[in-house]
């Protein structure tokens, strides 16, 4: 188990602030945190971050798995999908807190900003491959422009010179 999925399964800070002693009562506990939902961003800031780490943690695992056995490779996908379990019931937990505490306008403020500001990543990395597409495709014109230039060049040039000579010398 990597550090960050232990981190992330560990860190039960958020589970023990809203449950405390009694799961039956989280949400009157989380009520009555109402007030400090604004002292918690830090806690949904780690929240996200250990998402972005699983997540991360997800691609580099499906590109790290060549040369790995089928044994290596399932305690990984298990491992990643227990931190992906985790994560999804504690974001269940966050909305839970929110709304039971009044403050469902921020989740879906939070929700919608979050959506948008996904859009707008997707579009600057669409963009930005596009432009790496381009300088790409760029580059090979100048590069078959200079080989027609060379090969062109590697055929009239012998042809002047050949015709040059037949002129200046009146034959072969």
Same mark, same amino acid.
């Given at each position: *188990?990597?550090?960050s999925t232990a981190r992330l399964t560990n860190d039960r800070s958020f589970y023990r602030i809203c449950y405390?002693?009694?799961?039956?009562? #989280?949400?009157?506990?989380?009520?009555?945190?109402?007030?400090? !939902?604004?002292?918690?961003?830090?806690? &949904?800031?780690? &929240?996200?971050? +250990?998402?972005?780490? $699983?997540?991360?943690?997800?691609?580099?695992? @499906?590109?790290?798995?060549?040369?790995?056995?089928? +044994?290596?490779?399932?305690?990984?996908a298990l491992q990643i999908a227990l931190a992906s379990k985790a994560l999804r019931e504690h974001e269940k937990?966050?909305?839970?807190?929110?709304?039971?505490?009044?403050?469902?306008? $921020? #989740? /879906? /403020? *939070? *929700?919608a900003e979050r959506t948008r500001l996904i859009k707008e990543r997707n579009t600057l990395e669409r963009e930005?491959?596009? @432009?790496?597409?381009?300088?790409?495709?760029?580059?090979?014109? !100048?590069? *078959?422009?200079?080989? #027609?230039?060379?090969?062109?060049? +590697?055929?009239?040039?012998?042809?002047?010179?050949?015709?040059?000579?037949? !002129?200046?010398? @009146?034959?072969?």
């Amino acid at each position: *188990m990597t550090s960050s999925t232990a981190r992330l399964t560990n860190d039960r800070s958020f589970y023990r602030i809203c449950y405390g002693a009694g799961r039956g009562r #989280w949400h009157k506990k989380a009520v009555a945190l109402g007030k400090d !939902i604004h002292s918690l961003y830090k806690e &949904f800031s780690s &929240f996200y971050q +250990a998402a972005d780490t $699983v997540h991360l943690a997800s691609s580099k695992a @499906r590109i790290a798995s060549i040369g790995k056995t089928n +044994a290596q490779i399932s305690s990984e996908a298990l491992q990643i999908a227990l931190a992906s379990k985790a994560l999804r019931e504690h974001e269940k937990e966050l909305k839970d807190i929110l709304f039971y505490s009044g403050n469902a306008p $921020v #989740w /879906e /403020e *939070m *929700m919608a900003e979050r959506t948008r500001l996904i859009k707008e990543r997707n579009t600057l990395e669409r963009e930005e491959s596009e @432009r790496k597409q381009k300088e790409k495709e760029a580059k090979v014109a !100048i590069i *078959m422009n200079t080989l #027609w230039i060379s090969g062109a060049s +590697a055929i009239v040039v012998p042809l002047i010179s050949v015709a040059f000579h037949v !002129i200046t010398n @009146r034959g072969f």
